[in-house]
Nanobody, 124 residues
Framework: QVQLVESGGGLVQAGGSLRLSCVAS????????MAWFRQALGKDREFVAT????????YHSASVLGRFTIDRDNAKNTVYLQMNNVKPEDTAIYYC?????????????????WGRGTQVTVSS
């Protein structure tokens, strides 16, 4: 099983930026589509963004489109989430996920591997 470890979370002011990283174990990282999800307190897990195995194509949720950007570096077994112009409603635990997903899935149930999450708190 692939192990995922997120980092980069923290406290940031509204309008600021944060860059999350997710490092994967193993030698087959490029075989997996990767994604970011988030979950705020008292709310369901929410899709944020996903990226193809090659990194050529991305898909972002409407709530973050134009503000967040997912990318990956397969040589480093790492996927990133660049968060710009953050808003208080972005406050959540952010989870990295991966799996043998054949399309831009927004359903967390279709991903096989999950990190423990990293907390992002946006102050107003």
């Amino acid at each position: 099983q692939v192990q995922l470890v997120e980092s980069g979370g923290g406290l940031v002011q509204a309008g600021g930026s944060l860059r999350l990283s997710c490092v994967a174990s193993g030698r087959t990282f490029s075989n997996y589509r990767m994604a970011w999800f988030r979950q705020a307190l008292g709310k369901d897990r929410e899709f944020v963004a996903t990226i193809t195995r090659s990194g050529k194509t991305t898909y972002h949720s409407a709530s973050v489109l134009g503000r967040f950007t997912i990318d990956r570096d397969n040589a480093k077994n790492t996927v990133y989430l660049q968060m710009n112009n953050v808003k208080p409603e972005d406050t959540a635990i952010y989870y990295c996920a991966g799996g043998e997903v054949l399309y831009a899935s927004t359903d967390g149930r279709e991903y096989d591997f999950w990190g423990r999450g990293t907390q992002v708190t946006v102050s107003s």
